[in-house]
């Protein structure tokens, strides 16, 4: 997402040529997946910590690649058949034009170029992500005005190093900004004390923190730099397949605010307590036919992955490293944004 | 020519070094200076490395922050990802035996016995088919393992060398047609040299990765492994071709001429003449290009390769190991220095050999 467009130039020649291309080769992508017998989705070796990483056992792990889990699961009734292709975050878009992945669940936001530029169509939003600003705590700073005159790092080259200047702007606030190319070196250079600020996308600021060797010696700072939301993007054209993303998520988030985990699926698919429950699990048919999926395919999503808490928890949330609340992220019904569509 | 006899007086070591090191009061300093700074250095390297360092596999960053030197647990840890990606756990033997396989058709073919041009096609055609049947696997009960699963040493030794196999030839080729003495290809190896050379290798290797598959017809686009191996090793050979060019320049016009006036065909002036001279002549920048061809083999990871360089960054990008970053750069860089090193050391010594019968005093 906001994370370093090195090669943009490259990737947006590539582009040019790719959209020509790819307009007259997208057909019925869900079919392409069945007859592949594999879902091709993006990993990254760059990506963001709880997004998508590897674990000792070389698997991939993260919200990210859970959610692509989570849609494999939906088509073919098992996670195995996720496929996770390395790519780069210059690469995304070309790669996903030319085919060689279904569709990007890679921390990236909808933007309008996106959408109207380069062809592509996203779902709903699955995770909020706002960039904001941490500072020493012994500067005793409590918003980022109140930092003027100090420093402030940013990764270089990347959006927020934009929404940096542009907030500076907008508030008359006057710092030096330090853009350094690489994440781990940002990181360095403020815990070193070489800045007084550091400026990242939430998730990553906030694992930061947590993981310093003094969390007690930073405070997140409450200004909102910018807020992008996190969305699965697939090429323009095929409008069940984003369907199906967007079912997909929405039966993660239904699943959570009604309850079902993939624990107790089984035991409420037996006895659903309501007709509506009854038809998302499979229980009674009708469900999967409007999208080319099976009946059961939410079921098999619940019973295989989880639902949108178990995947948040084991990713970011109290069963990872990071410990990160919810917040924005959470339902609806618990403070937050998120919601599902609904399955009558 | 070397005299036959040496008549200058010979000295104990312990003069010579008196005299090179500590010949006035300021040299001294210098010395006794120079040996401080660089005994401080090892010092702290060692202290870092060895001394305060965690060696305990089951340590964490609580753990390792409570001694000031690296914490090498993430390379107990992690190593399998630093050095096969996210090649399958189970089958990772089979990626340490290709390593090992290219290693030894490496060593094997720096070895002057195997010098000719049949052993070393068959050590070769051989290794490289016990490569690409353990990596790919499918046959002999093999799980087959798709070329995006390959990664880490056994991917960027595998690009390497066959960036040094594709390229060499057509190195050799494009230099041979810059010089024809018929202008349109000339021209046209030329063209070809120069257009290449002025494109960054990211630029190609992107090409190549993304950008081909649109203009291609479809039975010509293969795996992008090897359309990546291809840009690489066109951008080697254009570099390469400028090489041996300087190396023909090196060669007296006679030699070529007499060579025709023996009566030679232009296969036998090329191949037992001129090429040999020129490659002599070549050596060193040879060596040099063959050492940053190695290190350029990283530049993959922009289209989503992960070889020995994103595999390690693979490694410590999870929350646990996070901190470690610098150890797992030094463990690596410990890797490129061993080929690069050897490398040299072999180039230097191969220029030495080839030079014996030319030593000029």
């Given at each position: 997402?906001?994370?370093?467009?090195?090669?943009?130039?490259?990737?947006?020649?590539?582009?040019?040529?790719?959209?020509?291309?790819?307009?007259?080769?997208?057909?019925?992508?869900?079919?392409?997946?069945?007859?592949?017998?594999?879902?091709?989705?993006?990993?990254?070796?760059?990506?963001?910590?709880?997004?998508?990483?590897?674990?000792?056992?070389?698997?991939?792990?993260?919200?990210?690649?859970?959610?692509?889990?989570?849609?494999?699961?939906?088509?073919?009734?098992?996670?195995?058949?996720?496929?996770?292709?390395?790519?780069?975050?210059?690469?995304?878009?070309?790669?996903?034009?030319?085919?060689?992945?279904?569709?990007?669940?890679?921390?990236?936001?909808?933007?309008?170029?996106?959408?109207?530029?380069?062809?592509?169509?996203?779902?709903m939003?699955?995770?909020?992500?706002?960039?904001?600003?941490?500072?020493?705590?012994?500067?005793?700073?409590?918003?980022?005005?109140?930092?003027?005159?100090?420093?402030?790092?940013?990764?270089?080259?990347?959006?927020?190093?934009?929404?940096?200047?542009?907030?500076?702007?907008?508030?008359?606030?006057?710092?030096?900004?330090?853009?350094?190319?690489?994440?781990?070196?940002?990181?360095?250079?403020?815990?070193?004390?070489?800045?007084?600020?550091?400026?990242?996308?939430?998730?990553?600021?906030?694992?930061?923190?947590?993981?310093?060797?003094?969390?007690?010696?930073?405070?997140?700072?409450?200004?909102?730099?910018?807020?992008?939301?996190?969305?699965?993007?697939?090429?323009?054209?095929?409008?069940?397949?984003?369907?199906?993303?967007n079912w997909?998520l929405s039966a993660l988030l239904f699943a959570e605010q009604e309850?079902?985990?993939?624990?107790?699926?089984?035991?409420?698919?037996?006895?659903?307590?309501?007709?509506?429950?009854?038809?998302f699990?499979?229980?009674?048919?009708?469900?999967?036919?409007?999208?080319?999926?099976?009946?059961?395919?939410a079921?098999?999503?619940?019973?295989?992955?989880?639902n949108y808490?178990?995947?948040?928890?084991?990713?970011?949330?109290?069963?990872?490293?990071?410990?990160?609340?919810?917040?924005?992220?959470?339902l609806w019904?618990?403070?937050?944004?998120l919601f599902p569509l609904v399955f009558? | 020519?070397?005299?036959?006899?040496?008549?200058?007086?010979?000295?104990?070591?312990?003069?010579?070094?008196?005299?090179?090191?500590?010949?006035?009061?300021?040299?001294?300093?210098?010395?006794?200076?120079?040996?401080?700074?660089?005994?401080?250095?090892?010092?702290?390297?060692?202290?870092?490395?060895?001394?305060?360092?965690?060696?305990?596999?089951?340590?964490?960053?609580?753990?390792?922050?409570?001694?000031?030197?690296?914490?090498?647990?993430?390379?107990?840890?992690?190593?399998?990802?630093?050095?096969?990606?996210?090649?399958?756990?189970?089958?990772?033997?089979?990626?340490?035996?290709?390593?090992?396989?290219?290693?030894?058709?490496?060593?094997?073919?720096?070895?002057?016995?195997?010098?000719?041009?049949?052993?070393?096609?068959?050590?070769?055609?051989?290794?490289?088919?016990?490569?690409?049947?353990?990596?790919?696997?499918?046959?002999?009960?093999?799980?087959?393992?798709?070329?995006?699963?390959?990664?880490?040493?056994?991917?960027?030794?595998?690009?390497?060398?066959?960036?040094?196999?594709?390229?060499?030839?057509?190195?050799?080729?494009?230099?041979?047609?810059?010089?024809?003495?018929?202008?349109?290809?000339?021209?046209?190896?030329?063209?070809?040299?120069?257009?290449?050379?002025?494109?960054?290798?990211?630029?190609?290797?992107?090409?190549?990765?993304?950008?081909?598959?649109?203009?291609?017809?479809?039975?010509?686009?293969?795996?992008?492994?090897?359309?990546?191996?291809?840009?690489?090793?066109?951008?080697?050979?254009?570099?390469?071709?400028?090489?041996?060019?300087?190396?023909?320049?090196?060669?007296?016009?006679?030699?070529?001429?007499?060579?025709?006036?023996?009566?030679?065909?232009?296969?036998?002036?090329?191949?037992?003449?001129?090429?040999?001279?020129?490659?002599?002549?070549?050596?060193?920048?040879?060596?040099?290009?063959?050492?940053?061809?190695?290190?350029?083999?990283?530049?993959?990871?922009?289209?989503?390769?992960?070889?020995?360089?994103?595999?390690?960054?693979?490694?410590?990008?999870?929350?646990?190991?996070?901190?470690?970053?610098?150890?797992?750069?030094?463990?690596?860089?410990?890797?490129?220095?061993?080929?690069?090193?050897?490398?040299?050391?072999?180039?230097?010594?191969?220029?030495?050999?080839?030079?014996?019968?030319?030593?000029?005093?």
């Open positions: 997402m906001m994370k370093p467009i090195l090669l943009s130039t490259v990737s947006l020649g590539a582009l040019a040529l790719s959209s020509l291309a790819a307009q007259a080769d997208q057909g019925d992508t869900l079919r392409t997946v069945q007859e592949r017998g594999s879902l091709n989705c993006p990993g990254d070796v760059g990506s963001y910590l709880g997004f998508a990483e590897v674990d000792d056992n070389g698997v991939w792990r993260g919200i990210d690649i859970e959610l692509c889990r989570a849609m494999t699961s939906a088509i073919f009734g098992d996670p195995s058949h996720a496929n996770i292709v390395p790519i780069d975050w210059a690469q995304r878009w070309p790669a996903l034009q030319s085919g060689d992945i279904d569709i990007v669940i890679k921390a990236s936001g909808g933007t309008r170029s996106r959408d109207t530029e380069l062809g592509l169509q996203f779902s939003s699955y995770y909020l992500g706002t960039t904001k600003v941490m500072g020493h705590a012994e500067l005793g700073l409590e918003t980022l005005a109140d930092a003027a005159g100090g420093s402030i790092c940013v990764p270089a080259s990347t959006s927020t190093e934009r929404q940096v200047s542009s907030y500076l702007e907008a508030n008359g606030i006057e710092m030096e900004i330090v853009a350094i190319e690489r994440n781990e070196e940002v990181e360095a250079a403020y815990f070193s004390g070489r800045c007084d600020t550091y400026a990242q996308w939430g998730p990553v600021l906030a694992i930061a923190a947590s993981q310093s060797d003094d969390p007690s010696a930073h405070v997140l700072l409450p200004d909102v730099l910018a807020l992008e939301p996190e969305v699965m993007i697939a090429r323009q054209g095929d409008d069940n397949w984003i369907d199906i993303a997909t309850g079902i985990t993939s624990e107790n699926v089984d035991e409420i698919r037996q006895n659903p307590p309501t007709a509506e429950i009854g038809r699990l499979g229980a009674t048919p009708g469900l999967g036919a409007g999208l080319g999926l099976s009946d059961d395919w079921y098999n999503v619940i019973s295989q992955v989880g808490s178990e995947i948040f928890e084991r990713s970011l949330g109290m069963e990872s490293p990071y410990q990160m609340p919810r917040e924005m992220t959470a019904n618990a403070g937050g944004v009558d | 020519m070397t005299l036959a006899t040496d008549f200058r007086p010979r000295h104990s070591r312990l003069y010579r070094l008196r005299r090179a090191y500590f010949a006035s009061p300021l040299t001294g300093l210098v010395t006794l200076l120079s040996v401080a700074i660089l005994a401080w250095l090892a010092w702290i390297v060692l202290d870092w490395t060895v001394l305060q360092a965690t060696f305990d596999a089951d340590a964490n960053q609580a753990i390792c922050a409570e001694r000031a030197g690296a914490c090498w647990s993430v390379i107990a840890n992690r190593w399998r990802i630093i050095l096969f990606g996210l090649y399958p756990l189970d089958e990772q033997w089979r990626a340490g035996v290709a390593c090992a396989v290219v290693a030894l058709v490496i060593v094997l073919s720096c070895l002057p016995l195997m010098w000719r041009f049949s052993r070393l096609a068959l050590v070769w055609v051989l290794g490289t088919a016990v490569f690409y049947t353990l990596m790919r696997g499918g046959i002999f009960g093999l799980v087959p393992v798709n070329e995006q699963q390959w990664g880490g040493l056994p991917l960027t030794l595998f690009i390497f060398v066959a960036t040094g196999i594709l390229g060499m030839p057509l190195a050799i080729g494009l230099a041979l047609m810059r010089r024809s003495e018929l202008p349109v290809i000339a021209r046209v190896s030329g063209w070809i040299i120069d257009t290449i050379r002025s494109l960054p290798l990211l630029a190609i290797l992107f090409t190549c990765a993304i950008v081909l598959p649109f203009m291609l017809p479809g039975f010509l686009i293969g795996e992008k492994l090897y359309r990546v191996i291809f840009g690489a090793a066109l951008f080697f050979a254009a570099y390469q071709a400028e090489i041996i060019r300087g190396g023909f320049q090196g060669i007296p016009r006679g030699q070529e001429e007499a060579a025709k006036a023996l009566g030679l065909g232009y296969w036998q002036r090329m191949g037992k003449v001129v090429l040999p001279q020129a490659f002599r002549l070549a050596l060193p920048a040879t060596i040099n290009q063959f050492v940053i061809a190695f290190m350029e083999t990283s530049l993959v990871v922009v289209v989503g390769f992960m070889e020995l360089l994103a595999a390690s960054n693979t490694a410590f990008r999870t929350g646990e190991w996070r901190f470690a970053y610098i150890e797992v750069y030094v463990f690596i860089s410990a890797i490129y220095f061993a080929f690069v090193f050897g490398l040299s050391r072999y180039g230097a010594w191969l220029e030495a050999r080839m030079s014996a019968g030319q030593r000029k005093d």
